[in-house]
């Protein structure tokens, strides 16, 4: 990249300045008609701003360490996924799924300790800081980790839906390819006619013991899904929740500003409603002033006429 | 080879900006126009993401102390700058600074800044050469609004500006060897060219080009004078309707005038990187626009249905995923839509279809008589605006100087019995043959003057057009296939140094080889016909989003040429430009008609 850098001359410079600085430096200051302590009143301002600066890039630190683990995590879960989609159909690994189920868990959680600390920056973003710079500097940070926020829980949502949307079609493919199976386990290598009352027997044993079954797993499958169904809107609502707060901030903004202007308007009423009297009340003035002038002159030209 | 892009190249320095200051929380300090500079390139808010939060102009006194924040100072290195930033570190705002200058700055100036930096607060002070706005990746401009003086003269500090900006283009481009080549009759151009050459050579050291390099890149310098006619012409792709119309500034676009807009649509930034439909139809006439803009309403409307749909938990999911996506859009689309209904709506009551088509013809066709007859038609309408009337008058001064029935006197003369011009429209008229007549130019810009180009027309005239909006093509479109063809003259665009340089590093046509082979020796390619790889082209005086089309055009052809200018103008401040000139204070019928 086509750049230079001036570094080493700044810093040969600089060097040669701080010398000069302390050779010529003048002494007047450690002098003992010197008080001790300076009467300065900006200090205790001074420091009272640090500690407020320092609170919120705290929190602004924590919120992006829990960002990064929260990337971390989902780095994990998709590799995790990406292995349980690639594994053998017939092979049920419970372990992974039960893997995948609990670090789903963990970034929910994660999900929403960082909401929570999210709104309660831009809560504190709100309240006005020490000078308008500060209040821009946080209000901006604020509205930078909401942003990135919303994108982590978007890229969230992605990755389970298209997991979830890819063991479906997965699903969905066995199934066609169990069912062509399932007829040829049926059908008997010998040819239909002779074997045919046996086959029919054991279908019909088949399904007389298969209810029960069927209920028990129908059963659990249904569990599984409404457990499942009810985490998904669970994160849809936490998700509405941001998106809301996001259009409150700007809706809270919208509100002030007015209740500013209806201040501002109020005022200038008042101080036209005085403007106009003050105008009325010096054309009184002047009239009267006008019609004592005239009066004057006419008892002037009357005496002179006598 | 990547294409030339300059967008990519302002980015990288910035990118390299942030990431060298470190992980703290950062401040950007800038200047006017590197604020300008930085904003073409980066959205609010992908540099907030970057954690950058607070954004300082550095002329603009600032009161409290923000220690805990790193400073990344992004300034011209001028004067004034040189002082504010001497001032601010006697007094530190921030706790530690990184300073970029986007050029050359003096040893002095950093020993003036070294003194001031009692704290010991400055860790970096680097050269990041981004001193130039990049608004397409094939297009930049130094956001000069006017760069001539009186009589056409370089204004010293201008010309300071034009040549630092077009040092910093080639070096943030990482060109270490460019041949130079200007426009002859045109004295800007050429010292321009001279103090470019001048500068790269005492500062950088930078080669003049080996022609037999294979990355041979040539910078050519031209003067907008040449072609004054582009500037004039209404024009129909969408960036350059939109500038025409509008304006566009920055990338800015106010659109208060236009009737019944909502408040947050006042001023709306259109750009290429961050939105796709314009980036997709930039260069898309108007027709086209209709069409696409249809389709991404339909679209729209489609997305609006499904999300209003919500009855599965599927469905509740879908939704949250696509809403930002979705709220972009429609953002997107509000915008778009209400661009579209504001030039449909102009062209509606100016008539611009029926005034464009006369214009082209006028610059395109040969037909005298006709061509009078329809701008007097013109000029009694009265839904034509006064300025295309002015338009109309100066492309028939330019096109028919030096015809035998010479009818702008004429014209004007009607012109000001049905209208009220104001001065400047008249002083302009007056100004614009001074600036862009035939004593001045000496390209065939109407194709008449020798018989190829006559032919030329007559066939092109013969095949007809697809398009009679956009038949005419700038000047610097043939300049530019005739230099990559090898085949510009060198006694019209010369490279700089060509007198006195003996070595092989210079271009020369077939007819002047043998006045040089008796000369001094020569070492050339047998094949004259060198082709240059990469064209860096800058206009004294201004472009015009036209004029970008086609380039653009040719870089999809494979061609690389990066086009720039001191401005991208449009009508009204092309008429600031010529105004700035001079206009002549000869006598001439023009008074006598004012005065009557």
Redesign the interface.
Known sequence: MSSRNLTSNFLEFRNRASQNRTNHADNSKWDDRNPLLNDDEDDDVVHFERNDAFLWMEFHRKIQSQFGEIRNQIKKLQQLQAKCLTRQVFDEDAHSDSEIRLITKDITSMLDNCQMSVQKFSSFAKKSQANSYEQQLVSNAAQATFNTFQDLALKFNQCQSNYVRKLQSQKDKLDQVTSHIAIDMYASPFGDNEFDQISLLSEVQQQSASPVDEYTTWREKELRDTYESIQEVNTIFMNISTMISNQKASIDQIECVICDSINSVEQGNKELVKAVQRQQRSLKIKLILFGIGIFILLFVLFISYI | MTNLNVIEATR??IN?MIEDAGQS?K?LVMDKETASIVSMVYAQ?EI??K?V??F?RIDVA????????TAICFLRPTEDNIQALVRELQEPKYGSYFIYFTN??E?ND??S???A??Y?C????????ADYVAINPHLYSLNIPITYENNFLWNDQLLRRTAQGLVSLL??L?KKSATIRYQQSSNMAKILAERLSNTLRRQLDFASSNVNAPDHTVVLIVDRREDAITPLLNQWTYQAMVHELIGIKNNRVNLSQVPGITKELEEVVMNAEYDEFYADNLYSNFGEIATNIKRLMEHFQEKHKSQSKIES?TD???F??S??QFKKLSGTVSKHVTIVGELSRLVGIYNLLDLSETEQNLVCQSNHSEIVQKIKQLIQNDKIRDEDIVRLICLYALRYEHHGNNETNALLRETLKCRQLSEKYIQFIQAILNYGGRKFRQADLFNTQNSMAITRQFIRGLKGVDNVYAQHIPLIRDLLEQLLRGKLKDNLYPSVGSKDRIQSNNYYTTSQQTQFQQGQPIKYRSSLFIIPSEIIVYVVGGITYEESYHIHMMNKQGARIVLGGSYIHNFASFVDEVLAGGVPSTSNEFFAVKRR
Not at chain 2, 62 to 69: D, E, P, R, V
């Open positions: 990288f320095y390299r929380v401040g808010s907030l993401q954690e939060f607070l300082e600032g009161q409290k102390s923000l220690k805990h924040l050359f700055v040893l950093i020993k800044i070294a003194e930096d009692e010991e400055v860790r970096v002070i680097q050269e990041f050469y070096l943030s990482r938990i509740m999911k879908s949250v995923e809403y930002p």
